[in-house]
């Protein structure tokens, strides 16, 4: 998989998120919603590999979490999301509605609809949602 690849499945997961949403199958969008954001950090990692470079074994190792903050340390954006959270109120509200995703969610049969709608909005808003502020380190 490829940095290519990770785009395009982060783009088909929030149509799906959506689909399910709109469904009223609030697990599921909140769910796949959430593999969208970490799809876009690892494309983020993809980035910076460079071709015919052989990478380093822990950092390779390291990528494959679904933790959203170890994924920002090891793409390099951690400081730099603290700078957009200064920048902007709006932005640090969304960071802090996405932050604590998990793929344990799969599990978590309590997850409302407003707490779904919350979720994939904070991602996804165009003035400050965290998946378009991501798309600019793509």
């Not at 009223?24 to 954001?37: K, Q, V």
């Not at 970490?38 to 950092?59: R, Y």
């Not at 951690?78 to 998990?102: I, M, Y």
Request: glycine fraction near 2%; include cysteine; proline fraction near 1%.
């Amino acid at each position: 998989m490829n940095k290519n690849d990770l785009e395009k499945l982060a783009d088909i997961r929030v149509k799906e998120a959506q689909v399910l949403l709109d469904a009223d199958y609030y697990h599921g969008a909140y769910y796949l919603a959430g593999y969208a954001l970490e799809c876009t950090l690892k494309a983020c990692i993809a980035k910076q590999v460079k071709a015919f470079d052989f990478p380093d074994k822990k950092h390779v190792q390291d990528s494959y979490t679904h933790d959203f903050d170890k994924l920002l340390k090891i793409s390099n954006l951690k400081q730099k999301l603290g700078h957009e959270e200064d920048r902007s109120v709006a932005f640090k509200l969304n960071w802090s509605v996405v932050k604590d995703w998990s793929e344990e969610a799969r599990y978590d049969c309590t997850i409302t609809k407003i707490k779904a709608e919350e979720f994939i909005d904070a991602m996804t808003d165009n003035e400050s949602g965290v998946l378009p502020w991501l798309k600019n380190f793509l």
